[in-house]
């Protein structure tokens, strides 16, 4: 519940802070990075997080996996105003935001990071 509870608030708050800046706030997707201990092959797991209308199907999903440990967020951010500009290291940036430091958590979230391909996020597994 807490992880479910830090994901809506963060992604909440970095879409109101696009509005903000008079950003598109459906610019910014996110995806929840877990693993399951008893599970050894897999190194983590993305799940996208949906659009608001589809939140209680995706907290089922997460509220029934089985000893997962939540690694924390990956964020996309796609900016239009960059990409105009030409400024493609700034249209398109994925990174990552930790929620614990246990579980080797860092280089598991960067694999997830690293693992996902450039122009979307997806949900994956990384082995």
């Known amino acids: 519940m807490a992880a479910l509870a830090m994901t809506m608030e963060l992604l909440d708050s970095f879409r109101s802070e696009m509005q903000r800046e008079e950003l598109n706030p459906n610019d910014v997707e996110a995806g929840l990075v877990f693993f399951q201990p008893k599970i050894k ?21 997460i509220l029934a996996l089985e000893g997962a440990v939540f ?22 940036v994925l990174f990552g935001y930790p929620f614990t430091k246990a579980h080797n958590a860092a280089a598991r979230l960067l694999a997830a990071k690293d693992s996902q391909a450039k122009g979307g996020l997806k949900s994956q597994v990384v082995n």
């Open 71 to 92: 690694l924390g967020l990956l964020f996309l951010h796609r900016d239009a105003k960059a990409k105009k500009a030409g400024d493609e290291k700034r249209a398109s």
């Open 41 to 61: 092959e897999i190194l983590a797991h993305t799940v996208i997080v949906p659009p608001p209308g589809e939140f209680g199907r995706f907290c089922e999903e």
